[in-house]
């Protein structure tokens, strides 16, 4: 059974920066690349940053420059280190593993609020 359990999200200001984490279990974490998305209430999930097998990171839109996604095979888990976060970087976290077809197990994801 996949378990992914992200954990690290909670309320900062502009400019801070939190460190998330996800621990995956149930599929061999190591075969699979990793995906960092978030969902904002009532839009669709967006892909933030996602990793490979070997830990080569991809960064999409907003997160280039400012985050960082990193994987511990041994753990079992990724991570995506957040810098100079905005108030449009609050959304609820979520991991997965990348695979065809698209993954229908999902996590609780982790809140991430960025205000004043």
């Known amino acids: 059974q996949v378990q992914l359990v992200e954990s690290g999200g909670d309320s900062v200001q502009p400019g801070g920066s939190l460190r998330l984490s996800c621990a995956a279990s149930?599929?061999?974490?190591?075969?699979?690349?990793m995906a960092w998305y978030r969902q904002v209430s009532g839009k669709q999930r967006q892909l933030v940053a996602t990793i490979t097998t070997t830990g080569a990171p991809n960064y999409v839109g907003s997160a280039k420059g400012r985050f960082t996604i990193a994987r511990d095979n041994s753990k079992n888990t990724v991570y995506l280190q957040m810098t100079n976060l905005k108030p449009e970087d609050t959304a609820v976290y979520f991991c997965n593993r990348i695979d065809m077809p698209p993954p229908l197990d999902w996590g609780q994801g982790t809140q991430v609020t960025v205000s004043q």
């Open positions: 149930g599929f061999i974490f190591s075969n699979y690349p």
